[in-house]
């Protein structure tokens, strides 16, 4: 496995509560992207990063934010949770020199109650 | 809006049979297409990918088809396995390093 880990790897949390997901980088790879991955809806790119403090809006953006002040962290911030982001979380990482390839960590499995 | 539509939802296929997954996709600015497999409980895992000027691409047992005129893309897999029991992900990218997947399918292989 490419050197990506995902932490936690397992939360549940209460509705309204804000949330952190961190995704960690061995690989110093400059690209690092955020999905959540749902039955029925594939992978869906929430927020990605083409280096460190540049960050741009995926698909389903809205009441997620991100932040990467480091080449090796990219963290994700539920700001209120809600039950419509119980999801499994995904992180993946490219280098983005003529290397396509997206290596994917192992997940986080979020549940808002 | 699904930029790229899968199908079946979920396949199964007997031991040595050939699934065959299929994609479709709208935005004729897209550059690069993978597949991904993702076995239960593990993140999705790059298996194969093709670019629009080449029509098929082989990788041991799985095979690429492209069909640039129709928009159309699919999988196959020569003598399956159970171990290839998996969901499958086909995606396409549009630059920015950016993916977007198809909805996924659940094949699974009997013995």
């Not at chain 1, 110093?28 to 927020?47: E, F, K, S, T, V």
């Not at chain 2, 996709?25 to 993978?34: K, Q, S, V």
């Not at chain 2, 691409?57 to 129709?70: D, H, L, Q, W, Y």
Request: a positive charge.
């Amino acid at each position: 496995d490419a050197g990506i880990t995902q932490s936690p790897r397992h939360k549940v949390t209460e509705t309204g509560t804000p949330v952190t997901l961190r995704c960690h980088q061995t690989e110093n790879h400059r690209y690092m992207y955020w999905y959540r991955q749902d039955p029925g809806h594939g992978l869906r790119l929430i927020h990605y990063s083409y280096g460190v403090k540049d960050t741009d809006k995926g698909e389903v953006s809205d009441g997620y934010s991100v932040s990467r002040s480091k080449t090796e962290d990219f963290l994700l911030t539920l700001e209120s949770a809600t039950s419509s982001q119980t999801s499994v979380y995904f992180c993946a990482i490219s280098d983005g020199q003529g290397g396509d390839e997206q290596y994917f960590g192992p997940g986080t499995r979020l549940t808002v109650t | 809006q699904q930029q790229v539509k899968q199908s079946p939802q979920s396949l199964i296929v007997q031991k040595g049979g050939i699934p065959i997954i299929n994609c479709a996709y709208e935005n004729t600015a897209f550059d690069y297409f993978p597949w991904y497999q993702q076995f239960p409980g593990k993140g999705p895992a790059l298996l194969i990918a093709i670019r629009p000027d080449v029509s098929e691409k082989k990788e041991g047992r799985f095979t690429i088809s492209f069909n640039k005129s129709a928009k159309q893309f699919s999988l196959h897999i020569m003598d399956s396995q159970p171990g290839d029991s998996a969901t499958y992900f086909c995606a396409a990218r549009k630059g920015a390093q950016k993916l977007v997947f198809g909805q996924g399918t659940r094949l699974t292989i009997n013995p």
